[in-house]
């Protein structure tokens, strides 16, 4: 099969699980795994907005035992806290502790350097051109079926 009939799809997902294995062989030696990675990261884009158990299992696309799963780990590491904030008692609110902020600024290096690493031997505007079809791609997915923006 040529590279042109390659389906879109399946390039996507092999650039995903590849990054995918590669985070986690980096995140190893700290104890973390790309999935609480992922986690962390949404927490931090909230800021001072801690989101749910459910909200986080929506935006992440994972079931509840997941969620719980993970931030179970992430909370006996000191990275995040839970406790019921809000008005409504019943809602368990999620929150990135100073660890967590420490630790999602310590692995923004390795973020960077896989930027690099998806975008070697491409110019400015090739990479612009890049993330506009890549933009467009995952809007397309979106529209058709009600997924979830990353």
Do not use: W
Not at 136 to 144: I, Y
């Amino acid at each position: 099969m040529s590279a042109e009939a390659e389906p879109i799809g399946f390039l996507l997902k092999c650039i995903h699980d590849n990054m995918d294995r590669q985070a986690n062989i980096k995140l190893k030696p700290c104890g973390m795994t790309f999935s609480q990675m992922r986690l962390l990261h949404y927490l931090f884009k909230q800021g001072d907005a801690p989101p749910s158990q459910k909200e986080i299992e929506e935006q992440l696309q994972v079931s509840h035992p997941t969620v719980v799963g993970l931030l179970k780990r992430l909370e006996a590491k000191g990275l995040v806290r839970c406790g019921f904030d809000s008005a409504d008692k019943r809602v368990k609110s999620v929150y990135l502790t100073e660890e967590g902020r420490g630790f999602i600024c310590a692995v923004r290096e390795h973020r960077a350097q896989m930027e690099r690493r998806l975008t070697a031997g491409m110019g400015a505007q090739e990479v612009d051109c890049l993330r506009l079809l890549l933009r467009r791609v995952l809007e397309n997915v979106l529209s058709d079926d009600g997924g979830q923006e990353c």
